[in-house]
């Protein structure tokens, strides 16, 4: 058994500190789970995209800057 996680009591910093942790565990066995056409068809259309438009990427690490700088802001907001 895991232990309970009350997620709710969480700042969303944690969550997404906590969502990254699994994330990353999940990367490991990806080649498990087959992708469905769907799921194929969108990976290579945003790979089409990406090769067409490289600069329109944005790295997980500014996303993730940004997520958390917002949630530091929502937090004092709040105070």
Same mark, same amino acid.
């Given at each position: 058994?895991?232990?309970?996680?009350?997620? /709710? *009591?969480l700042t969303v910093g944690e969550r997404l500190a906590l969502i990254e942790?699994? @994330?990353?565990?999940?990367?490991?066995?990806?080649?498990?789970?087959?992708l469905s056409?769907?799921?194929?068809?969108v990976i290579? /259309? *945003?790979g089409?995209?990406?090769r067409v438009d490289p600069g329109a990427v944005v790295? @997980?690490?500014t996303v993730r800057?940004?997520?958390l700088s917002d949630q530091e802001t929502d937090e004092?907001?709040?105070?």
């Open positions: 058994m895991y232990p309970a996680i009350d997620i /709710a *009591r942790q699994v @994330w990353e565990s999940l990367r490991h066995g990806a080649g498990v789970l087959p056409d769907t799921e194929r068809g290579e /259309a *945003r089409a995209e990406l790295p @997980w690490d800057a940004e997520l004092q907001r709040s105070r």
